[in-house]
């Protein structure tokens, strides 16, 4: 047995067994090196065990033959059954090849086992226990029968293990759309980005590069847009924000109607911002003395509205983020300056993106409202182009189009959504705190009721 489970108080041993063996969600939040992905491992093989003795709902669940019957194909299909209603994800090929070897051999210690003693002491006993002892409590059956029963369903799940679905996500949601490829708009021609292609680092410049020759610089009704835009930003910083737009599409949308003119907002952060300067004034040092007068003359200049004031204090803010904030070291007369701030005042000293983004939404806002407006509508022709056209003049379908195109396809059409959730008895996620917000939705698509 591992030492990290040898090293377990009583306490975390039953969360682990209660996180492995829930007929309900389960999150499982650990530090590195804890078992975290071990704990996941045998939740899946807990439900591959104990599949048979849940309800089922569903002929594609059906899995009571695996310890019921005599007949190896009737198990072999009771095996098939259970395998395909469990899907586990996680984030790299390596990882999921682990999880499937660590499980596949699971698997095969329990078919190849001559008795349950065999099993005892291994990292894996308990779920083989658990099932062991329920097929035990059923009628006319003995201990040695049951064990018997749980080797011959177990060598049936073995003999099938290729077809475990362990993914990463991308390969997951890939799964989905080459099931119903019609309906998701893929181009016969198409072709699916694979995951050690080593030749992608460029593929964001061609997309932004065709649409902004064949595109955006052919229209003249555009031309009004770039003008504007191109007084403040120059063209390679366009670019690159477009960039990130089609790496992280989940920003557009966060940002789509954002109110950017926001007079409460404003008269909150100006209130914290001079609530500290009025507690930095009971302490005295050169720099800080320095530091608190320059905070307070930009905070002044905005009362005034002195024009330039909003782009000069988020300039303050990102070339200073080291020294009014909670989360980096700082002194300690700013240490007591921000914990005598009210709650309302001091959360936006907690680290210097709680005072930026909210100070750079107020720049936009006062000092560039055209731009924003002309930089919203020309993301909105680009991101029009990538969901209609992109996808069949390029001819490839890349790792952020996959997730995309899965999550629109499950929305868009109900009877897909729910043939792919009866599909589903269970949904594991590795390494779960590092989704982003567009593969977070393809999960929620897929489980919500």
Known sequence: MSSVLLDMSKEEHDDRNTA??????????????????????????????????????????????????????????????????LVLTTFTRKAAAEMQTRLCGYLNDIATA???????????????????????????????DA???????????????????????????????RRHPLE??????????????????????????????QYELGQPGNRKDLETLLQVVTVPQIRHWLKQCYHFRWIVDKTAG????????????????????????????SKL????????????????????????????IREDKAYFFSDRKCTKAIDSALGSLANEHSRYFKSWLHLYIP???????????????????????????????????LGLITFDDIIRLAVRLLKEHSAIRWA????????????????DPEQLKLFKVLLKK
């Not at 065999?118 to 003995?142: C, H, M, Q, R, T």
């Not at 290729?162 to 991308?170: C, G, K, M, N, V």
């Not at 003395?289 to 988020?314: H, V, Y």
Request: contains cysteine; aromatic residues 8%; charged residues 30%.
């Open 20 to 85: 492995i063996t829930t007929n309900k969600h389960a999150f499982v939040s650990a530090s590195a090196g804890t078992g975290k992905t071990h704990t996941l491992t045998l939740r899946a093989l807990y439900l591959l065990l104990n599949a048979p003795f849940l309800p089922t709902h569903s002929k594609a669940h059906a899995g009571e033959s695996l310890y019921n019957s005599s007949s190896r194909l009737e198990r072999l299909a009771a095996a098939r059954n259970i395998i395909h209603s």
């Open 359 to 393: 100070a750079s939404r107020l720049c936009i806002a006062k000092e560039f409202p055209s731009a924003w407006k002309s930089w919203t509508r020309l993301v909105e022709r680009f991101m029009k182009w990538l969901d209609k056209e992109a996808i069949q003049e």
């Open 420 to 435: 792919e959730r009866r599909r589903l008895r269970a949904l594991l996620v590795d390494e779960f705190q590092d989704t």
């Open 258 to 285: 954002l109110p950017l003119e926001d007079s409460d907002k404003e008269r909150q952060l100006l209130a914290a911002g001079y609530a500290l300067v009025h507690e930095l004034k009971k302490e005295d040092s």
């Open 184 to 213: 998701a708009g893929i181009p016969p021609a198409a072709r699916f980005v694979k995951e050690d292609e080593s030749d992608l680092s460029g593929i964001d410049d061609q997309v932004v590069g065709r649409w902004w020759e």
């Open 289 to 316: 003395t320095r530091m608190r007068n320059r905070f307070k003359q930009l905070l002044d200049s905005i009362s005034a509205k002195r024009p330039g004031a909003w782009q000069e204090l988020c300039q303050f």
């Open 147 to 177: 064990f018997d029963r749980l080797r011959a369903g177990a060598q049936a799940l073995t003999e099938l293990a290729a077809e475990l679905q362990i993914f990463t996500i991308h390969s997951f949601a890939a799964s989905i759309l």
């Open 114 to 144: 001559q008795d349950r003693s065999d099993l005892e002491g291994a990292k894996f006993y308990e779920p083989v226990e658990i099932v062991w002892k329920k097929l035990s409590g059923e009628k006319k059956s003995n201990e040695s």
